[in-house]
């Protein structure tokens, strides 16, 4: 049976070379979490055509009915999958180019973000 801890997204490393792995993964996984549109994050509500093409919920509610990507139409039903794969996965807090530093699981940073310093 597996480690409890390594399936809610706390891995126990055995060495440097493990932990060096997962945050490549994590940054492999970060750039698949991209609208196509606007290149932002993808963070919850997360959208999709019905091909399977991810928009953020601003990109997916502005453009027309019909996906950016393929032409598609939109499909009506959020994407829970990738918004659970967003909650578990490491994200820098917006506010870096202001001098932020923070990088924290999805499902953290939106608290982090809302009293983050930087943002004034």
Do not use: W
């Not at 698949?32 to 963070?43: G, I, N, S």
């Amino acid at each position: 049976m597996s480690d409890p801890s390594s399936l809610r997204g706390f891995p126990c490393y055995s060495s440097e070379k493990q932990y060096s792995s997962q945050i490549m993964l994590n940054l492999e996984i970060q750039y698949m979490m991209r609208c196509p549109r606007c290149t932002a994050f993808l963070k919850p509500p997360i959208y999709s055509c019905t091909k399977g093409h991810n928009y953020c919920n601003i990109c997916f509610e502005n453009n027309s009915t019909n996906c950016y990507h393929c032409s598609s139409k939109k499909a009506p039903f959020r994407c829970t999958l990738m918004e659970r794969i967003y909650s578990e996965l490491r994200f820098p807090c917006k506010y870096y180019s202001k001098g932020c530093s923070r990088v924290l699981r999805g499902v953290l940073l939106p608290l982090h973000e809302y009293e983050c310093s930087y943002k004034n």
